[in-house]
């Protein structure tokens, strides 16, 4: 089933919603300074905030995405959904094509976290994805029909340190 | 010529359709992101948490809301859509700062509107429905504070821009306060920007 996400995409008075879900427009230097703000104030806590935030987020809205669409019932085309909704908000390109219940591996090529920071603050050390990692954790975690926290996402390669692509690992907490 | 936010919101909502390759929505001059509020709000009000209650989270929002709404609005107010179709609206100064605040509305960040603007001096910006406010009450209860962090820095950020110092300059050299806030339980939020003290 092919979802028409502009359709999804509404405005109702001076809220936004996508398939039912309020959100808001914010760009890379919200999204950064955000980030680089709970980085940098709270250390591993700030960035155990983002993912966590990130994962519960993502869970509520794929939940929400699935009882709209209830056509949408394999798991190859819930991971679909999944990748062309990360596409559809503007959050870049992300591959499950390595993924099983039991966890596995996915590519990122191009992220707007990693747009944003690279333009913003520039070269990082170490891996920065970590919205990216709570929204794949909470999606799966709907996919599966798991509880949040089912799965850990880590990253082993970043876009922010330069490397070529984003990969994540997945794995059972 | 009055400022026509509907047209402002259309084409927001008409840019923000279109994605490039890389699943990147550049528009305005910036890049956008479609985030539930949930997760927003998830992040500030557990930032403040964690760090206490020594007001030190509370000004580091405002001051992330404040640099962003200035990096913000200089890339928007610098691309090729607001000179399409936002200044041709501006015929004052002091219009850009209305035009901020249709951008601000579709955006998504709360039905506001300019109270009151003294040029250089004072501007106040109210909001009736701010996801901020209604996300901390939904969340917590009552609040003792206001708890629209990223608006009441933005409210600044809208005077540095037309006000302040030229780009890159300018930033901070307005402060300002939420004077009501829903979540405390008021009618609406209301910020109010003026030059900070030096």
């Known amino acids: 089933?092919?979802?028409?996400?502009?359709?999804?995409?509404?405005?109702?008075?001076?809220?936004?919603?996508?398939?039912?879900?309020?959100?808001?427009?914010?760009?890379?230097?919200y999204n950064m300074n955000l980030q680089k703000t709970l980085e940098s104030s709270l250390g591993s806590d700030g960035t155990l905030l983002?993912?966590?935030?990130?994962?519960?987020?993502?869970?509520?809205?794929?939940?929400?995405?699935?009882?709209?669409?209830?056509?949408?019932?394999?798991?190859?085309?819930?991971?679909?959904?999944a990748s062309t909704s990360y596409q559809y908000c503007g959050l870049g390109i992300i591959n499950f094509t390595q993924i099983e219940p039991e966890g596995g591996r996915i590519v990122s090529p191009h992220s707007h976290h990693v747009t944003g920071w690279l333009a913003k603050f520039g070269k990082r050390e170490t891996p920065g994805c970590f919205f990216s990692r709570g929204w794949i954790a909470g999606a799966l975690a709907?996919?599966?029909?798991?509880?949040?926290?089912?799965?850990?996402?880590?990253?082993?390669?970043?876009?922010m340190t330069l490397a070529r692509e984003c990969v994540f690992e997945v794995v059972i907490a | 010529m009055a400022?026509?936010?509907?047209?402002?919101?259309?084409?927001?909502?008409?840019?923000?359709?279109?994605r490039e390759e890389k699943g990147i929505i550049p528009l305005f001059g910036v890049y956008l992101s479609m985030i539930p509020v949930e997760y927003y709000n998830k992040i500030s009000f557990g930032f403040e948490r964690k760090m206490g209650q020594d007001g030190s989270a509370e000004k580091l929002l405002v001051a992330a809301g404040q640099?962003?709404?200035?990096?913000?609005?200089?890339?928007?107010?610098?691309?090729?859509?607001w000179d399409e179709v936002v200044q041709p609206m501006i015929e004052h100064t002091e219009d850009q700062i209305y035009c901020f605040v249709s951008i601000a509305i579709a955006f998504g960040?709360?039905?506001?509107?300019?109270?009151?603007?003294?040029?250089?001096?004072?501007?106040?910006?109210?909001?009736?429905?701010?996801?901020?406010?209604?996300g901390y009450w939904d969340a917590y209860g009552k609040a003792d504070a206001g708890k629209c962090y990223m608006l009441r820095g933005v409210a600044a950020a809208f005077m540095d821009l037309v006000y302040g110092a030229e780009y890159p300059d300018g930033c901070f050299q307005y402060t300002a306060i939420e004077t009501f806030c829903q979540a405390k339980g008021d009618p609406h939020c209301e910020f109010v920007a003026r030059k900070a003290a030096l």
């Open chain 1, 142 to 159: 709907v996919i599966y029909d798991k509880h949040i926290g089912y799965y850990r996402v880590d990253e082993l390669q970043c876009k």
């Open chain 2, 3 to 18: 400022i026509d936010t509907d047209k402002i919101v259309h084409a927001v909502m008409h840019g923000s359709r279109i």
């Open chain 1, 50 to 81: 983002l993912y966590q935030a990130a994962e519960e987020s993502s869970y509520a809205g794929f939940t929400s995405f699935l009882q709209h669409h209830p056509k949408i019932n394999t798991t190859k085309s819930k991971l679909e959904l």
């Open chain 1, 1 to 29: 089933m092919i979802i028409n996400w502009p359709e999804k995409f509404a405005r109702k008075g001076h809220e936004l919603f996508l398939s039912g879900l309020p959100i808001a427009l914010h760009c890379h230097h």
């Open chain 2, 109 to 134: 960040w709360g039905d506001l509107a300019v109270e009151e603007l003294i040029p250089h001096e004072k501007l106040v910006v109210r909001a009736s429905d701010s996801y901020e406010a209604r």
């Open chain 2, 67 to 81: 640099e962003c709404g200035y990096a913000t609005f200089q890339g928007i107010r610098s691309s090729r859509e």
